[in-house]
């Protein structure tokens, strides 16, 4: 269970996973010693999964991000196998989510342009065994981007 530090910390490490240990110590009115004891156990125990660079697309030519919803011919363990591990092998496919509804995977692609989302679709995902559906919705903008989860109790929200 979650104390109010933790809390605070894990707030202050998704604005910036390369704060200091002693400026995180600081903010939270805790002792550098004891911060980085929280922190290692909260990495530990699975809160904190990894950290990373958030990168801009456009800045590295990704300008075409998409949701692509798809759908299986059958739901078989084997055909729904075989679709997430091809799925995990496309470096395109930021995110791939098993959902409910209409269609049975919704996928995040970022491509570089039309094209490579035309190579992306009929090239490499509609060959995939079992795909019997796919939607594709370009993104114009974004109206929210956010990795951070508030992690502060509802109550006190």
Known sequence: MLDEIDRQ?????????RISNAELARRIDLSPPATYMRVKNLEETGFVRRYVALLEPEKVGFDLLC??????????????????????GMPEVLECHHVTG???????????????????LLERLTPVPGVAR????????????????????????
């Not at 910390?9 to 996973?17: E, V």
């Not at 342009?113 to 992306?120: G, M, Q, S, V």
């Not at 796919?134 to 929200?157: G, N, R, W, Y």
């Open 67 to 88: 949701f692509v919803q798809v759908s299986l011919q059958l739901h078989s363990l084997e055909q729904i196998q075989t679709f997430r591990k091809v799925i995990q």
């Open 102 to 120: 209409e269609y049975d995977y919704l996928l995040k692609v970022a491509v570089r342009n039309r094209k490579e989302l035309e190579i992306f």
């Open 134 to 157: 796919i939607h594709t919705s370009m993104v114009l903008s974004e109206v929210k981007l956010t990795t951070a989860l508030p992690v502060t109790p509802p109550d006190l929200q």
């Open 9 to 17: 910390i894990l707030t202050l490490l998704q604005a910036d996973g």
